[in-house]
């Protein structure tokens, strides 16, 4: 067998980069034709050197900004003294990340993971361990309930109960145990809930459905629900959590605490995958040595950097930012309804935009905000989300909404 010829000349403009890609790399994603080089704070520049105002914040990996100095610092002084030990070993940074990380979620214990879909997968098998161990539902039995339009990963299992064909079709056999309702239904969820329920999995806000917030009291509602029925309520705050919504928590706007919260994407402080599980202690104890682990999950590197952005959320300056800012967020889309917006939601720095579909596809927007100096990432259809990270101030977050407003009364 021999390689393919390497294309890439010595002198790699934007343009050469994305043509180098097409035959080496997996078409899973279709990403915007921007190179991204370097980046400061809200500021990214590309290989030309022109500059964007990231409002998409790597899916709100970067809720700090890229490169904090405060989590660029923990990860270098880590970096200089030890990255991996594996769980064979202890190491010195994982009981204080844990413990802090406790404390500010209002629970008791955590279970460090890498990736979110890991820390879903993670929750999955804890909640079926504990509907056989505590609740008492007979062998092989336990069921979970989902909401549609759910977006928790992509693995097999969890693509298994997605109701999006593009992140299910091809991929089966999938595995059984999920009950699918609508979102946002109390009723629906009371119907599917059961003697063989062991958690009901949803996202408090539903990030890649559109930024879709479920009436007041749904959240409150569930918490009821699981707790009259024995089940436990495991909340996907991976997208919504860490301060995003004004809150360190999306549930915290209903002032309820789940039984198990996962969490991911800013809590790497977008420098590493660091992702959790966190819970009760009578959950979480269902696991016991060697039934569950990862060689990286709860790595010193991860534990000093997810340490680092726990010290960041417990000023609760970021969550004030998200939501004084957030005020400013929803005006400025207030003023756009009707001139190219149909109709929006959002909470704190986050909002799904439904754009006039007679002015382009949310791609297409997408397209022309970059070309504006602004990237966002569009979802489904003509909604586009917005989620700066949220040390943005409010001059950049005008300067993004009158990049908006302009891109919306340009002729198609
Ligand atoms: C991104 C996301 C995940 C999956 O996280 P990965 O790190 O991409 O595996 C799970 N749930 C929600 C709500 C997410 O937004």
Redesign the pocket.
């Known amino acids: 067998m021999t390689a393919p010829a390497r294309t890439l000349p010595d002198s790699r403009t934007s343009a050469d980069l994305i043509r180098a890609e097409a035959p080496v790399l997996a078409h899973n994603y279709h990403p915007l034709p921007v190179v991204v080089a370097r980046a400061e704070g809200v500021w990214v520049e590309d290989v030309e050197g022109r500059r964007y105002l990231d409002m998409l914040a790597g ?3 970067l809720n700090f900004g890229h490169r904090h100095p405060a989590l660029i610092e923990a990860a270098h002084r880590q970096l200089d003294t030890l990255t991996l030990t594996s769980r064979a070993f202890h190491n010195d940074r994982l009981a204080e990340f844990a413990e802090r990380l406790a404390a500010l979620t209002g629970l008791d214990m955590v279970l460090p993971m ?7 997968e993670s929750a999955i098998k804890v909640a079926r361990k504990w509907a056989y161990e505590v609740k008492g539902v007979p062998a092989d039995r336990a069921t979970i309930v989902v909401a549609a339009d ?6 097999t299992t ?1 693509v298994g109960f997605s109701t999006d064909e593009t992140a299910r079709a091809g991929f089966g056999p999938f595995a059984p145990g999920f009950r699918v309702v609508p979102y946002n239904d109390l009723a629906a969820l009371r119907e599917a809930v059961d003697e063989t329920t062991a958690a009901v999995l949803i ?1 408090p806000i ?3 459905a559109g930024v879709v917030i479920p009436d007041d009291g749904y959240l409150a509602g569930v918490r009821e629900l699981t707790r009259r029925e024995n089940c436990l309520f495991v909340a ?5 959590g860490l301060g995003r919504t004004g809150r360190t928590l999306a549930v915290e706007h209903e002032e309820v605490v789940p039984d198990v919260l ?1 969490l ?2 800013a809590l790497g402080g977008g420098i590493v ?1 660091v ?1 959790a599980v966190v819970a009760r202690r009578e959950v979480l104890g269902v696991l016991r040595p060697g039934e569950h682990g990862s060689t990286f999950g709860g790595n010193p590197l991860a534990a000093a950097v997810g340490t680092a952005v726990v010290e960041l959320l417990e000023t609760g300056e970021f969550q004030r930012r998200a939501a004084e800012l957030g005020t400013a967020l929803r005006d400025g889309l207030t003023a756009l309804v009707g001139r190219g917006v149909v109709g929006f939601r959002a909470r704190g720095l986050w909002a799904g935009v439904d754009v006039d579909p007679a002015i382009g596809t949310g791609r297409e927007i997408s397209e022309r905000l970059m070309r504006e100096g602004v990237l966002v990432k569009d979802t489904h259809g003509s909604t586009i989300r917005l989620a700066p990270p949220l040390t943005i101030t409010g001059e950049e977050l005008a300067g993004a909404l009158a990049a908006l407003a302009k891109v919306l009364t340009q002729a198609a």
């Open positions: 899916y709100s990996a890498n990736t979110g879909a890991e820390a879903v759910n977006f928790h990963g992509r693995t969890i996202e539903q990030g890649e996907d705050e991976i997208q919504s996962l991911g994407k995958p992702s």
